[in-house]
């Protein structure tokens, strides 16, 4: 199985950026790996996903500000945050699965590994 550990993330001003980042290791050839994130008392919820073969999908809340992406040859995980809100202040979740489809899910159920989280402020 895979074990996913996330870094990078922090407190910053709106309309600043991060780059969070998950180290994959143990077998870490996942079909689809995906950025979620949960505020205290609400459901986590679907950021970004991207498949083996480079399909990406976004939720509509983040278009155009973040961008997903992984690099094989370190066996991690990036997500680009860029013109930050305090709306997006929340702890940041990496995932994986083994299985595969054409158009990676944002439902957290569609997931199996789990990192630890970290956690994102922006401030107004």
């Known amino acids: 199985q895979v074990q996913l550990v996330e870094s990078g993330g922090g407190s910053v001003q709106a309309g600043g950026s991060l780059r969070l980042s998950c180290a994959a290791s143990?077998?870490?050839?996942?079909?689809?790996m995906g950025w979620f994130r949960q505020i205290p008392g609400k459901e986590r919820e679907g950021v970004a996903a991207?498949?083996?073969?480079?399909?990406?999908n976004y939720a509509d809340f983040v278009k155009g500000r973040f961008t997903i992406s992984q690099d094989n040859a370190k066996n991690t995980l990036y997500l680009q945050m860029n013109s930050l809100k305090p709306d997006d202040t929340a702890m940041y979740y990496c995932?994986?699965?083994?299985?595969?489809?054409?158009?990676?899910?944002?439902?957290?159920?569609?997931?199996?590994?789990w990192g630890q989280g970290t956690q994102v402020t922006v401030s107004s």
């Open positions: 143990g077998r870490t050839f996942t079909n689809r």
């Open positions: 995932a994986a699965s083994y299985r595969w489809a054409p158009m990676p899910p944002l439902t957290s159920n569609s997931y199996n590994y």
């Open positions: 991207i498949t083996s073969g480079r399909t990406t």
